[in-house]
Nanobody
């Protein structure tokens, strides 16, 4: 059993930087791949970033590539999302999620993740 708690969201201005954290409970965190998703009002949840259980592979949505960086520290049971050059379009609730390692499944599909955090609000003003 793994439980996730996101933190670090807030009200920012365009161009600012922010780091989100996702703290996991349990001693088997290393077993899971992890990802970040976000959902803006009136829109469907969209993929943001992915990292494999051993940090060997990372993938990003085109909208954030070059600005956001996902990382993890398995010894600290924590996944991070470093967000640079924030834009108003980044405004959303951000969710951390984990799922069993499965090389054959698409990393951008939310159905591949079975444990989700409560979400943290990120608001970026122009």
């Amino acid at each position: 059993q793994v439980q996730l708690v996101e933190s670090g969201g807030g009200l920012m201005q365009a161009g600012d930087s922010l780091r989100l954290s996702c703290a996991a409970s349990g001693r088997i965190f290393w077993v899971y791949d992890a990802g970040w998703f976000r959902q803006a009002p009136g829109k469907e949840r969209e993929f943001v970033a992915f990292i494999s259980r051993n940090s060997y592979n990372t993938y990003y949505a085109d909208s954030v590539k070059g600005r956001f960086t996902i990382s993890r520290d398995n010894l600290k049971n924590t996944v991070y999302l470093q967000m640079n050059s924030l834009k108003p379009e980044d405004t959303a609730v951000y969710y951390c999620a984990v799922g069993p390692a499965n090389p054959g499944s698409p990393y951008y599909d939310s159905n591949n993740y079975n444990t989700w955090g409560q979400g943290t609000q990120v608001t970026v003003s122009s």
